[in-house]
Structure formats: C-alpha cells, structure tokens
C-alpha cells in the first residue's frame, strides 16, 4: 500500500507550474485583447469596419494592422495557455507549445536571413519608407507613425529631404496647386526649445532653399541612415530584448511541455 501511495503521489499534476503558466498567460490574454481591441477600435474610427473594402484602398502600411495581427495571435496564445493550465487540457497546452515554438522559429529564422541578406532587407525598407512617404497624408495613424519615426531620429524622409517630391502635397513641381508645394512635414522641422506649440507650418518652402540653408530649419539626414546609426548605438540593448523575448517564449514552452507530462502521467495511474 504504501508503494502504490509513493508512486501516485510521485505523478501528481504540479501545482505551482500549473498556476505559474495560467498566470502567464492571463496576462498574455489580456495584452492581446488590449492591443485587438484598440486596432479595432482604430478601425472604427477610420470607419473602415462600415466599409471593409477600404482596407485594400491605403497606398501605405497601416499601423492599426500590427495592433490587430499582434493582439489577435496573443489573444488566441493566452486563451489557450490560461484554458489549458486552468483545465489541464492537454490538446490546448500542446497546440499552446507548438504554436509558440513556431513563432520561435519563425523569429529565429527572420533573424538568420536578417544578417544573411541585410542589402536587401535595406533596399526594401527604402521601398516601404518611400511608399509610405507617397500615400503620407492618405492616413492619419500613418501620418502620425512617419512624424513619429522623423522626431525621433532627427531626419526627413528615406534618404534626405527630397524625398518628399514623391509626395502629391509637397513635390516642386508647378502643376501642384498645394501650400505644401516644396515644403517638408512640420517633424522634419528643427525644433526651437523656446517655442512651446508646435509650429506645424516650419516646413513651408523650405526646399526652394539650398541645402545649407535648409540644414538651419529642417533634418536633412535620411531616415534610414539615421535608423542604422541607431540599431548600432542601441545594439545591445536591442539584443537585450529579443533574448529576453526569446528566454520568455522558451520558459512557457517549458512550462507548458512540463504540465502535459505531469497530466499524462496522472491519467497513466488512473
């Protein structure tokens, strides 16, 4: 009797990684659910939901689609981790497990073929910059990411001021009928510390300028350079996170792969 005892509780479900995992993932849960409902609300705002069609209508990259497509795959990750540990549902732990692992891999792999085929990935990052450029005033959280992005690394456009040609609203040439014609977005401006309201009309005619005059107002270093300068700044804190992410995907494979074995072995004593 008390060999059969030993061995029963020797294959007992742990409870501390079975509530570790579930508490990992409700807040897993929740963060998805925040960034799908903003996405969605965004969304609502633009009135894209009344209108689905207009999703296939924005000439550049719509931020609201990282909210929705990073907050739908967390949603549906801590749905499953908190269900799976809370009933200790094996089938939901697994496809928790393998889904995250997968993403592991994925990101693992983009990382490869990142340093592999960095020329590339620079040219298409110049072609992404210059269509988001083209289609900047066609929407308002594009509009908002780009003067983001100008700000913080102190340039305008993919690779100087110029750039801003391909635009509708601030090429030079004479058919454009726009007060814009041959200036710059206000967050490519120089900002004044003594001026305390933005000045959204500093980039007015600022290109009819020479380049060194240009250089007094506005940001004339490309945003992509700028971007490299940054990464290579930034390089061990932004390797700092993405093994931090990396650690924190393998530590809930781990956990989940280790509740699924102690449920087998269980349900192997019943």
């Known amino acids: 009797m008390s060999r059969k ?5 020797g294959a007992e479900v742990s409870c501390c990684v079975k509530y570790f995992l579930f508490g990992f993932n409700i807040i897993f849960w929740l963060l998805g659910a925040a960034f799908l ?3 969605l609300w965004a969304w609502a705002e633009k009135g894209v939901l009344s209108n689905l069609s207009s999703i296939t209508d924005l ?3 719509d931020p609201v689609w990282l909210f929705i497509v990073v907050g739908a795959v967390m949603f549906i990750l801590g749905f499953a981790g908190c ?3 809370l009933r200790e549902n094996t089938l939901l732990l697994k496809f928790f497990s393998v889904f995250l692992g997968l993403i592991f891999f994925l990101e693992l792999t983009a990382g490869i073929l990142a340093f592999v085929f960095k020329d590339w990935i620079k040219d298409q990052l110049n072609f992404f910059i210059n269509n988001n450029v083209k289609a ?3 929407d308002i959280d594009l509009q908002n990411l780009i003067d983001f992005a100008q700000e913080y690394w102190s340039c305008c456009g993919a690779h100087g001021s110029d750039d801003w040609n391909m635009n509708i609203y601030f090429n030079c040439t004479d058919m454009n009928p726009s007060r814009e014609r041959c200036g710059v977005p206000f967050s490519c401006c120089i900002k004044d510390p003594a001026e305390d309201v933005i000045n959204t009309q500093c980039g007015y005619d600022v290109r009819l300028q020479g380049e060194l005059d ?7 270093k490309g945003c992509v350079g700028q971007f490299e300068k940054w990464l290579q700044d930034n390089l061990i804190i932004v390797a700092g996170i993405f093994v931090g992410i990396a650690l924190l995907q393998i530590f809930g494979i781990c956990l989940a792969q280790n509740l699924v074995s102690d449920v087998k ?3 192997a004593n019943w």
Not at 5 to 9: C, V, Y
Not at 214 to 220: D, E, L, M
């Open 5 to 9: 005892h030993h061995h029963f509780k």
């Open 37 to 39: 409902g903003i996405g």
């Open 59 to 61: 000439g550049g990259f």
């Open 83 to 85: 269900i799976g540990a």
């Open 136 to 138: 900047y005033r066609d």
């Open 214 to 220: 240009r250089q007094k107002y506005i940001y004339t």
């Open 265 to 267: 072995a269980v349900k």
